[in-house]
């Protein structure tokens, strides 16, 4: 492709790729929507394929409505909560993970009574030191239950406390680079009370990570930071596992090649992968009641024995899922479940193994992805069309979908279609459109020009060569036919103008259907006549063979019409039936091109040969034939049923041209009758050209009587001999 044509289709190119760059560019800066499409295919993955339920050794003691129910309101006397812990330690759980923070004493111990100054005002001081001493504390019972057992206590990161950090029993070890600002950082801390802190086993963070999450539960921090080298803290479901396997240490191991990125957490017997600022993504299961149990069943301590298998040797969290408590999360699968079933899930995956990862590499991937893609969909674009260019464009993004649902299944790791995909589709509908506005003005410019002209091969063959169409023309050799109707002028006297109206563009259809089935070209259509050519504007083998298959296709075109009841009785009662046509054609140089004005201009031929055509066409009538040829034949029409018809004068020349009639095909031509007729038809025309008139009458019957076997027109080509012998001399 040269010229304009190249211009405007590099210009289209150079369109879809500064589309390109410029999402290259805005997924770097990634804004907000970004994000959120990004999560929101993530979240879609989990809902499409959700973690499958195991029977897993993670149970939740829930502070459901059920336990409110019959033990009144929270928070309940920590008295209650020290049977719970000695209720579960009895039971053999492997670790209990309070989803609750504890920073005040416990508001109904007794022993706040004895320091009521206006309650114990009138006693005596021998009858305040006895309620001194005999009325319990209930944060006391609660850290003597807790004392020895694997009770781990929760902290949370709320700016705005006088305390800076939370407490820390874990043991921190890190291996690669410095790591230490990698977690979020601790700004301040809501922790628990000081009795309670020193006798718990670990402690551990409850935050999620919902702000930058818009609001689900996506990740949770499994480390925190005061921002110190090895100043780290753990999550709650971190500690959990820790103290669950009774482990001294937490090992982080970072990054080797770059500060403050994390890779992995080990604890115990597992390690576990994380993001870089060490939060976890949480692969949800849907919500099942079988991991809860109600509160109120373990301190009532009337269902040891039920109860024993769901938590001996279990990591238990005690949370809650009472509506009033306000402790509820949405999850990626649209949940709204209590928060500590979060805390819960992570300790699933941990112990299966399943971990979902978003590597350092996977956003250049979606980068590389994008842009490849959209390169070659750009190309199709422009070089293919519209409908190859949706086939590829359905299939990149194909490709996208299945490439993240593929890495999400099989893998583990998350890859974001969101943006690949959006990116593909903007560039798609950008450079469609800079094509359809401006690269294919000039194919809509070709399909009016020859849409109702050439077969739909031909125009495609042109919208591909379209600079070779300007305006002008050359010279080169086509075939050009004439066809019109036989009597037309006596036609048009009897028809009233409706049917004749009619008549004549039933014919031109169908006419015009045999030119283009074998690749010519209509030039025009005048009054009841067709001009057409073969060979141009698209080069085409053996034209005059084809113009030729393109007159028999007139010639049985005509045939059926007239066999139409409905057609030929408007012929018959004037009659006009059967309706008869005239093909001429000539084969010979001409000037085709463009011709007309530079803002209207039609596709056309002219020259000696269109001329010879026209009178060609005339000459049928004096042949008494209805296909005729005037001039030399090639050796691909010769294979047809041709025979010579003699010589006529053609206005303008200065000698006579041999023309021909064309009887039938190659079909035709390979039969027995007819090759018996054109050795009697050759004899014939021999001996008039030498004379011998002799026997001129009786091979003229002959050839009359094989010609009804086989195309009977030719019986009125012979009677039209009989009167012109010396048009054969």
Known sequence: MTGAGARKTWAGLATGIAILIGLTFLRGYDPPLLQYMRNAGFDQLQRLWPREKQDLPVRIVDIDEASLARLGQWPWSRKQLAGLIDELGTLGAAAVAFDIVFPEPDRLSPSRFAEDPDLIASLSPAAREEIATSFPNNDDLFAQAIQGKPVILAFSNAPGNVRKTPPRTAGFAQTGLDASKAPPLIQSVAANIDKLEAAAAGFGGINLDLAREQGIARRVPMLWTDGSPAGFYPSLPLEALRVAQGAQTIVVNASEVTENAIESIRVGDFEVPVAEDSSFTVRYRRDAPDIYVSAYRLISGAEREALAPLINGNIVFVGTSAAGLLDVRTTSLGETVPGVLIHAQVIEQILRGEYLMRPQWVG??????????????????????????????????????????????????????????????????????????????????????????????????????????????????????????????????????????????????????????????????????????????????????????????????????????????????????????????????????????????????????????????????????????????????????????????????????????????????????????????????????????????????????????????????????????????
């Not at 007729?677 to 050209?689: F, G, I």
Request: charged residues 20%.
């Open 364 to 729: 250049g991937a979606e980068l590389l992805a994008f842009v490849a893609l959209g390169l070659v969909l750009v190309a199709i674009i422009m070089y293919s069309t519209p409908l190859v260019a949706t086939a590829a464009g359905v299939v990149a993004v194909g490709a996208l979908g299945f490439a993240s649902a593929y890495a999400f299944r099989s893998l583990g790791i998350l890859i974001d279609a969101t943006f690949p995909i959006l990116g593909i589709i903007l560039t798609f509908l950008s450079t469609l459109a800079f094509r359809l506005l401006v690269t294919d003005s000039d194919r809509r410019m070709l399909r009016n020009a020859f849409g109702h002209f050439v077969s739909p091969d031909v125009l495609h063959e042109i919208e591909q060569h379209a600079d070779a169409l300007a305006l002008g023309g050359e010279v080169k050799d086509i075939t050009v036919l004439f066809v019109d109707i036989r009597g037309f002028t006596s036609l048009s006297e009897k028809l009233p103008p409706d049917n004749l109206v009619s008549l004549i563009n039933t014919l031109l259809d169908r006419w015009s259907s045999a030119i283009i089935a074998t690749g010519g070209t209509i030039d025009k259509f005048i009054g009841d006549s067709i001009m057409a050519f073969w060979n141009a504007p698209l080069t085409k083998a053996d034209h005059q063979y084809h113009a030729a298959l393109a007159g028999l296709g007139i010639r049985k075109a005509t045939a059926d019409l007239n066999a139409e009841e409905a057609f030929g009785n408007i012929l018959k009662e004037r009659g006009r039936w059967p309706l008869q046509c005239g093909v001429g054609m000539c084969t010979g140089p001409a000037c085709v091109g463009n011709m007309g004005s530079q803002t209207r201009f039609d596709y056309s031929a002219v020259g000696e040969t269109v001329n010879i055509a026209a009178r060609t066409e005339t000459a049928s009538k004096r042949a008494n034939f209805d296909i005729v040829i005037a001039g030399d034949l090639d050796a691909a029409t010769r294979r047809l049923a041709i025979l010579p018809a003699g010589h006529v004068a053609m206005a303008g020349r200065s000698s006579d041209m041999q023309i021909w009639a064309v009887a039938g095909d190659e079909k035709m031509a390979q039969s027995p009758v007819f090759a018996e007729l054109r050795s009697l038809h050759d004899k014939l025309v021999d001996d008039l050209a030498n004379k011998r008139d002799d026997k001129f009458d009786d091979n003229v019957r002959k050839c009359s009587t094989l010609s009804e076997q086989i195309e009977p027109r030719l019986m009125n080509f012979y009677a039209a001999i009989a009167g012109r012998k010396s048009d054969f001399a």
